[in-house]
């Protein structure tokens, strides 16, 4: 029963997230309350002109925090957000994102083709421009193996492979529900990843990938129920 009980919570969890995220799509943003942590950072990483790279996860209201960089406490709402996302999410993202962004520029980089969207996310970081991506679902065969909850388990190597080749700064982000239209953005960074030899490059990405998921396992501690990332993580 209490199994039960904690599967009835989790999608409740989710169906109040999906509810506020509808209704953030018809243009009710600003009726949201958004309890802010260290997102100055945001805007200090961004002064560097690298660029930035937002690594996320599937919790809470994440696509609340991507409308637009004011959700972010960020002071430099021009700068254009590459958002990597599958092509078919990517799609029905863009329609409500272009009702909502507030003159905010944006672009769908599709991260069904891993190669194709590395190099676009390179040439936007390259532009100075924001790569916004989650850093719990693998896409293709980059991943690395770290430390989570416990057992080990596979995450994308992108991300970091991207950040240390372009010199980008890495905040982590993550959006999570408080109550009624209430939210925290919280960023943790930036932090700079940079490659040793050829022989250490394994050992680095192995590192990165443990710093976010140690970051991302102390999120699950304090809500639990938010991790809305619904496949066989573990395989």
Not at 7 to 20: A, K
Not at 127 to 155: C, M, N, Q, W, Y
Request: positive net charge; proline residues 4%; charged residues 20%.
């Amino acid at each position: 029963f209490r199994l039960l009980w904690l599967n009835y919570r989790h999608f409740l969890s989710f169906g109040r997230v999906l509810l506020d995220r509808a209704y953030a799509f018809t243009g009710a943003l600003g009726s949201f309350h958004f309890e802010r942590v260290n997102s100055e950072s945001i805007t200090e990483a961004l002064k560097a002109g690298k660029g930035l790279v937002l690594i996320s996860a599937h919790m809470g209201n994440w696509e609340l925090a991507a409308h637009g960089l004011g959700s972010l406490g960020v002071t430099a709402p021009q700068v254009p957000i590459n958002l990597v996302w599958f092509r078919n999410e990517g799609q029905r993202a863009r329609q409500h994102l272009e009702k909502v962004a507030q003159g905010q520029p944006f672009n769908i980089i599709d991260s069904s083709d891993p190669l194709a969207a590395s190099i676009e996310m390179v040439a936007a970081l390259k532009r100075g421009e924001i790569v916004a991506i989650h850093g719990d679902r693998v896409v293709g065969s980059g991943t690395v193996k770290a430390p989570f909850l416990g057992s080990e388990a596979a995450f994308p190597s992108g991300p970091y492979v991207v950040a240390a080749n372009t010199g980008a700064p890495v905040v982590f982000v993550f959006c999570n529900r408080l109550g009624h239209q209430r939210y925290r953005v919280m960023a943790v960074g930036p932090k700079s990843f940079v490659f040793g030899s050829r022989r250490e490059r394994e050992s680095n990405l192995r590192q990165w990938a443990g710093e976010y998921a140690l970051i991302l396992e102390q999120q699950l501690r304090e809500f639990p129920l938010q991790w809305h990332n619904f496949y066989r993580f573990w395989g």
